[in-house]
């Protein structure tokens, strides 16, 4: 794959980001945080609220699986992309858990291997898990 294909592949990925569910969806999900494994799923089956959380996870796996089979540079994708890392922090500390629940030890396996992947992936992982962690925080405080 040329540079300009992965770039080409990347602005019609950033494309489908702008259509109007998608921006609605992603907007929820950044205030999202689950504290466990039942209230993804309770949230994932909730008929408000649901299909955004689907949307959002399922945008980002194939995404990433588009880096993982070659489709796109894994480092230009890492130069202009950030929210996969959000999505999957809020992913991956339930992550085990869902992928017994659903019988499916494969559950984001693209989207961990991107966003884990290599150690300048996995340091920007921790670094965005720790801000999130402070933002929720910040926030329950301010709502106590």
Avoid: C
């Avoid at 089956?45 to 699986?65: H, I, K, N």
């Avoid at 994708?77 to 085990?96: R, S």
């Amino acid at each position: 794959m040329s540079k300009v294909e992965s770039a080409d592949l990347i602005l019609k990925l950033y494309d489908l980001r702008r259509e109007e569910t998608m921006r609605k969806a992603r907007d929820w999900m950044f205030s999202f945080n689950p504290t466990s494994a039942a209230e993804y799923m309770q949230t994932m089956m909730d008929p408000e609220v649901g299909g955004y959380l689907r949307m959002v996870t399922s945008y980002w796996e194939m995404a990433a699986s588009f880096v993982t089979h070659g489709a796109i540079d894994a480092q230009m994708f890492e130069d202009t992309a950030g929210e996969h890392t959000i999505v999957f922090a809020k992913v991956q500390p339930h992550l085990a858990e869902l992928r017994e629940i659903w019988q499916s030890p494969t559950a984001f396996q693209h989207l961990e291997k991107v966003v884990t992947g290599t150690p300048e992936a996995a340091e920007r992982f921790a670094k965005t898990q720790a801000w999130l962690k402070s933002m929720f925080d910040q926030s329950s405080g301010a709502s106590a």
